[in-house]
């Protein structure tokens, strides 16, 4: 790959390629049928806090590959999937009523309690109280999305990524990082397996990982 490689933080104006390349990167998932505003609008959400970040790779022209991330330390109202729903509120619906099939859809199939618990967030009230995993929560970043081009993947584009994530974490004053990945995702669990997280539990058809990152002297 050419030296015009750089990874940086992601601004508005750079969210077109990012989008592009999340769908490239996620074809067949809902965010990705659910249309270029869903996605679009999801991907903005880690840009309007400053407990959340987006890092994206680029060549110059093309976004190669991205990683979203957040803070968590227990001030937060919603965690991920709650605070990107809320944002993306009004193109979700949008979008499902345009296409009604994506009702069926197996990933949204399978949160109809996360649904209907932000029908309630947004139509009767927002503001939920902090859980108590919340206050007890051990402060820590969490990689909540990261995804490579396939043309770009098996470069070390997503080990390029995983490492620019643990600066920002630092850089940011935190050491514990954490991230879940579907237990089937063979790719992602050894991309992060070579990167030093460790499985810490199985939840569902999913894997918490952890990596505590090294002070460097
Ligand atoms: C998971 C994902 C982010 C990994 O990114 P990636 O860029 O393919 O990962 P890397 O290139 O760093 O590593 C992948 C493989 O390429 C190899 N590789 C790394 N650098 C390389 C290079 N310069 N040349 C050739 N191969 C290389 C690695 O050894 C690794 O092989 P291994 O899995 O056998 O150990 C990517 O596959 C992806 O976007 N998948 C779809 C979306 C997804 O599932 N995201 C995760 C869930 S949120």
């Known amino acids: 790959m050419s030296n015009k490689i750089q990874v940086s933080e992601a601004g508005f104006s750079d969210l077109n390629k990012i989008v592009a390349c999340h769908q490239a990167a996620f074809p067949g998932t809902l965010s990705t049928k659910l249309g270029l505003n869903v996605s679009r609008k999801m991907l903005e959400w880690y840009l309007v806090s400053d407990k959340r970040f987006l890092l994206w790779i680029t060549d110059g022209a ?47 199939a399978a949160r109809y309690s996360l649904i209907a618990r932000n029908l309630y967030y947004r139509l009767v009230r927002y503001q939920t109280p902090v859980s108590k995993r919340q206050e007890f929560i051990t402060p820590h970043v969490s990689l909540i999305v990261i995804g490579v081009h396939p043309e770009f993947q098996g470069k070390g584009v997503g080990d390029q990524l995983l490492k620019a994530f643990e600066q920002k974490s630092i850089a940011l004053g935190y050491r ?42």
């Open 62 to 108: 093309r976004c190669l590959g991205y990683a979203g991330g957040m803070i968590a330390d227990g001030t937060q109202v919603h965690g991920s999937a709650s605070g990107t729903i809320q944002y993306a509120f009004k193109e979700i619906v949008r979008a499902l009523i345009v296409r009604p099939w994506l009702w069926f859809h197996s990933e949204l």
């Open 176 to 217: 514990r990082l954490s991230l879940t990945v579907l237990a089937n995702n063979i790719k992602a669990l050894s991309a992060y397996n070579r990167n030093g997280w460790q499985i810490v539990e199985r939840v569902g058809v999913s894997m918490r990982m952890e990596k505590c990152v090294e002070a460097k002297l």
